[in-house]
T-cell receptor
Framework: AQKITQTQPGMFVQEKEAVTLDCTYD???????LFWYKQPSSGEMIFLIY??????QNATEGRYSLNFQKARKSANLVISASQLGDSAMYFC?????????????FGKGTMLLVSP | DTAVSQTPKYLVTQMGNDKSIKCEQN?????MYWYKQDSKKFLKIMFS???????INETVPNRFSPKSPDKAHLNLHINSLELGDSAVYFC????????????FGPGTRLTVT
């Protein structure tokens, strides 16, 4: 079973609109972290936002917010006021057993295109 | 100052050759990783080292041999390259257990012809 599922291969949004990128995860570990990374066409991986499984509040970083619904095992990324520079591939990822050494398990990604 | 650097950025080589990719981080982190991103953009962990010790080794052909001379460096050597090894290889680092973020290098695009 996939541990991270991103069901939207591609998304389109107009500049200045908000967009939600979906992510669901599967784990039986009570301790985990959820991450979103952005990969523009230049190829680098840029960290956007993090949510811990015990965090009470949804994480926010500037225009990025993470809609964390633990019971549903979803961790959707919301980008407000989209900009042309937001066009990129977005990856949701998870680390399990966050207190030990673990690595990131990635979803297949969502390609976001922002149009003028 | 580059936090995680990789060399080379591009690597084109023929089947059967042996090649190495180098990674260095100047963040003072104690854990480093190699990830492989395939042609469909799927990222998968290959190895993880903590303080020069191998701690995670996913199902990777033994033609791939990582080496960590010190905690700031993690190199990847690949023997007898195959067409299927063509991918982008990312190095990353983080600090200790329960680190919130892994910092990624710029990636090395390996093309095997």
């Amino acid at each position: 079973a996939q541990k991270i599922t991103q069901t939207q291969p591609g998304m389109f949004v107009q500049e200045k609109e908000a967009v939600t990128l979906d992510c669901t995860y599967d784990t039986s570990d009570p301790s985990y972290g959820l991450f979103w990374y952005k990969q523009p066409s230049s190829g680098e991986m840029i960290f956007l936002i993090y949510q811990g499984s015990y965090d009470q509040q949804n994480a926010t970083e500037g225009r990025y917010s993470l809609n964390f619904q633990k019971a549903r095992k979803s961790a959707n990324l919301v980008i407000s006021a989209s900009q042309l520079g937001d066009s990129a591939m977005y990856f949701c990822a998870m680390r399990e057993g966050i207190s030990g050494y673990s690595t990131l398990t990635f979803g297949k990604g969502t390609m976001l295109l922002v149009s003028p | 100052d580059t936090a995680v650097s990789q060399t080379p950025k591009y690597l084109v080589t023929q089947m059967g050759n042996d090649k190495s990719i180098k990674c260095e981080q100047n963040l003072g982190h104690d854990t480093m990783y190699w990830y492989k991103q395939d042609s469909k953009k799927f990222l998968k962990i290959m190895f993880s080292y903590n303080n020069k010790e191998l701690i995670i080794n996913e199902t990777v052909p033994n033609r791939f041999s990582p080496k960590s001379p010190d905690k700031a460096h993690l190199n990847l050597h690949i023997n007898s390259l195959e067409l299927g090894d063509s991918a982008v290889y990312f190095c990353a680092s983080s600090q200790g257990k329960g680190a919130q973020e892994q910092y990624f290098g710029p990636g090395t695009r390996l093309t095997v012809t």
